[in-house]
């Protein structure tokens, strides 16, 4: 009985995991063990030898039983040490830098021109890209032979053989969506129509996608100096300076009588531009008074009503603005580009650190 205790308490303790564990366990007591063979013989024992025996069987199988149970629970504790070791965690570790993104200019120009012209009164109206060639041409008083409508310089959409239905473009300007505003609510409106246009021109100034604000005012008595007014408000506004020169240059565009190009005053000084003051002038926008026939396109008396409108290159003026010598830095929508070609907003530090990764 002794040799028996003896082997199980050994191999017990020397159990490496509980598998072995369990392999004696079921050697002493499971139900063909050692121990448990040895309970059933006390059946066939007289009831003086049970009387012996049973105590001392007894008193070796809860031995037995508690040495497993204090193995199973080293073994544990052991196993529990090591998943701890192996998955220990430095939460002191710096985090992961999380990239992050930046409003691209030309959106963020948008952003300022909506703010700028909201602030004089103007709403921002919006409308289809894919447009009549009614509402982009005929509405604007341009001429079914004006040459801007050739297939050279507008996108025409397919019509299938045989639809004779007017074709659709994709908008050669934003000034549609302003003939929908005038049809839509009438005189007086004040609007901004900012988005993207479409015209064939490739080059290196120039892309087949770009962006235009245009603005159009209507009132009984609206006048150029109102127009020169808001022009040079948003100048200043929009360039951050406090005092702007605009000069008036006569024109003519088809859907304004009289126009007008407008410059703004500005030096090149050792490759930089600064506006405001100097004695060069840079063209930044067309303007006039909205042409009659266009008036009426919209639904609006022009014995009635008169207005300004005025039609602003949004690449050109975020360039401009923020130093960017090249079309490809929006054209690529590549912030590398922009980053190269010193894109002013990069330098604010918040934007920086989400960028130097
Ligand atoms: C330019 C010229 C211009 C307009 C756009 C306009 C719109 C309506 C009626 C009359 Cl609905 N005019 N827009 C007027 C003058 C010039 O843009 O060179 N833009 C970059």
Same mark, same amino acid.
């Given at each position: 009985?002794?040799?028996?205790r ?6 017990i303790?020397s159990a490496?995991?509980?598998?072995a ?5 079921l ?5 063909k ?7 059933r ?18 008193g ?8 497993l149970?204090?193995?199973?629970a ?6 529990l040490?090591?998943?701890?070791k ?9 985090g992961?830098?999380r990239?992050m993104g ?6 963020q ?10 602030d004089m ?12 060639d ?10 079914p ?20 239905r007017?074709?659709? #473009?994709l ?7 302003? !003939?929908?505003?005038m +049809?839509? &609510? %009438?005189?007086?409106?004040? *609007?901004i129509?900012?988005?993207r246009?479409?015209?064939m021109?490739?080059?290196q100034t ?10 159009l ?45 407008v410059?703004i005053?500005?030096?090149w000084?050792?490759?930089?531009l ?15 008074? #909205?042409?009659?026939h266009?008036l009426?396109?919209?639904? !609006?008396?022009?014995? +009635?009503? &008169? %207005?300004?409108?005025?039609? *602003? ?8 603005k923020y130093?960017i010598?090249?079309?490809r ?5 590549d912030?590398?580009w922009l980053?190269h070609?010193g ?9 920086a650190?989400?960028?130097s990764?």
């Amino acid at each position: 009985m002794d040799a028996l205790r003896g082997k199980f308490l050994d191999q017990i303790s020397s159990a490496a995991d509980p598998d072995a564990l369990e392999a004696v366990r079921l050697a002493a007591l499971g139900k063909k063990g050692e121990i448990s063979l040895k309970m059933r013989d006390l059946g066939q024992m007289s009831p003086e030898e049970r009387q012996s025996a049973g105590p001392v069987l007894n008193g070796l199988k809860s031995e037995i039983d508690a040495a497993l149970k204090a193995r199973r629970a080293s073994l544990e504790d052991a196993a529990l040490d090591a998943r701890l070791k192996a998955e220990w965690l430095d939460v002191t570790l710096p985090g992961r830098p999380r990239p992050m993104g930046t409003i691209h200019p030309i959106s963020q120009v948008m952003d300022e021109l909506t703010a700028i012209f909201s602030d004089m009164g103007f709403a921002v109206a919006e409308g289809p890209q894919i447009e009549s060639d009614w509402y982009n041409f005929d509405a604007l008083n341009i001429a079914p032979e004006h040459p801007s409508r050739q297939e050279m310089d507008t996108f025409y959409m397919h019509r299938a053989p045989g639809d004779n239905r007017p074709p659709h #473009v994709l908008r050669t300007h934003t000034s549609p969506v302003q !003939i929908r505003a005038m +049809q839509d &609510q %009438g005189a007086p409106i004040r *609007v901004i129509a900012p988005g993207r246009v479409y015209r064939m021109d490739m080059d290196q100034t120039h892309t087949p996608m770009f962006h235009q604000v245009e603005g159009l005012a209507i009132d009984r008595d609206i006048s150029m100096a109102q127009l020169k007014w808001t022009l040079e408000e948003f100048c200043r506004a929009f360039f951050e300076v406090d005092e702007v020169e605009l000069r008036f240059r006569a024109s003519h565009f088809p859907f304004t009588e009289p126009s007008a190009e407008v410059d703004i005053r500005c030096s090149w000084e050792g490759g930089q531009l600064k506006i405001g003051e100097g004695k060069d002038w840079l063209e930044i926008l067309g303007s006039g008074m #909205v042409h009659p026939h266009v008036l009426r396109a919209g639904g !609006i008396d022009p014995d +009635q009503w &008169q %207005g300004f409108a005025f039609g *602003v290159g949004i690449d050109r003026i975020a360039m401009l603005k923020y130093g960017i010598p090249d079309l490809r830095a929006f054209f690529e929508s590549d912030l590398r580009w922009l980053r190269h070609y010193g894109f002013a907003a990069l330098d604010q530090p918040a934007l920086a650190a989400g960028l130097s990764r």
